[in-house]
């Protein structure tokens, strides 16, 4: 019985039917591997060994590094008031002056007692330029901790540099040499204190060309005197 009366379709062989399969397969993308996310290196390290490792990081060179490490440490727990003014002088090191005061500000809020780290954010804002912002600070640093010395030497140099008030200035210097008198900006606030002597009048021109000598007066040649004449004896 030959297949002329066979429905179309049923006289495929299986090598066709094989050949079909995978021309349809081959149409179908294959789906994506899924990738498996990378286990966090620090996952398990304790604050401590973060700070720890944030600080030689710091001390190679390795500022950004140095500075994610120990942020890591306080978000593990270690303490803050610790590890803050380290990570501002690391940011402080790295130029990331706006990205310290993203630290300490939210900090300084919540703990306004904390003058030495406002001492910190006043010298932040100094290099910023925010000069009325840093003297905002100091001033009540000054008024809540009449002891703490920075404040007095960064106040001081404001009002010198920026203010152009000397005699201000100078009297939050002296404050500073009488409570940190071996400090590490006293050798630099003598120099600034020390009295300068005034210029002395200059009484000659230096670049007046010189005078020539004065020519000698010749000595007077004595007058001839007539010779008498000889008288007849």
Same mark, same amino acid.
């Given at each position: 019985?030959?297949?002329?009366?066979?429905?179309?379709?049923?006289?495929?062989?299986?090598?066709?039917?094989? @050949?079909?399969? +995978?021309? &349809?397969?081959?149409?179908?993308?294959? %789906?994506? !591997?899924?990738?498996? /996310?990378?286990?966090?290196?620090?996952?398990?390290?304790?604050?401590?060994?973060?700070?720890?490792?944030?600080?030689?990081?710091?001390?190679?060179?390795?500022?950004?590094?140095?500075?994610?490490?120990?942020?890591?440490?306080?978000?593990?727990?270690?303490?803050?008031?610790?590890?803050?003014?380290?990570?501002?002088?690391?940011?402080?090191?790295?130029?990331?002056?706006?990205?310290?005061?993203?630290?300490?500000?939210?900090?300084?809020?919540?703990?306004?007692?904390?003058?030495?780290?406002?001492?910190?954010?006043?010298?932040?804002?100094?290099?910023?330029?925010? @000069?009325?912002? +840093?003297? &905002?600070?100091?001033?009540?640093?000054? %008024?809540? !901790?009449?002891?703490? /010395?920075?404040?007095?030497?960064?106040?001081?140099?404001?009002?010198?540099?920026?203010?152009?008030?000397?005699?201000?200035?100078?009297?939050?210097?002296?404050?500073?040499?009488?409570?940190?008198?071996?400090?590490?900006?006293?050798?630099?606030?003598?120099?600034?204190?020390?009295?300068?002597?005034?210029?002395?009048?200059?009484?000659?021109?230096?670049?007046?060309?010189?005078?020539?000598?004065?020519?000698?007066?010749?000595?007077?040649?004595?007058?001839?005197?007539?010779?008498?004449?000889?008288?007849?004896?």
């Amino acid at each position: 019985m030959t297949s002329e009366g066979a429905p179309r379709g049923r006289g495929r062989t299986p090598a066709v039917a094989l @050949v079909c399969a +995978a021309l &349809a397969g081959a149409c179908v993308p294959p %789906e994506p !591997a899924v990738r498996q /996310p990378m286990p966090d290196p620090i996952a398990n390290v304790e604050g401590q060994e973060l700070y720890d490792r944030g600080m030689y990081l710091a001390q190679t060179g390795d500022l950004l590094r140095a500075e994610q490490y120990v942020k890591g440490a306080m978000e593990r727990g270690f303490p803050v008031e610790r590890a803050l003014p380290s990570l501002l002088k690391i940011c402080v090191a790295a130029s990331r002056l706006n990205q310290a005061l993203s630290y300490a500000e939210p900090h300084l809020r919540d703990h306004p007692e904390d003058f030495r780290l406002r001492t910190l954010v006043a010298s932040i804002h100094l290099g910023l330029g925010n @000069v009325d912002d +840093a003297e &905002a600070h100091l001033t009540e640093v000054i %008024e809540h !901790a009449p002891t703490d /010395p920075p404040a007095y030497y960064l106040l001081g140099m404001l009002h010198r540099e920026e203010h152009d008030d000397p005699a201000a200035g100078d009297a939050y210097l002296r404050r500073y040499l009488e409570l940190s008198p071996n400090g590490v900006h006293a050798a630099e606030v003598r120099n600034v204190l020390r009295p300068r002597e005034p210029i002395r009048r200059i009484e000659h021109i230096i670049d007046r060309p010189p005078e020539p000598p004065m020519e000698a007066e010749p000595d007077p040649t004595p007058e001839s005197t007539p010779t008498e004449e000889a008288t007849p004896s």
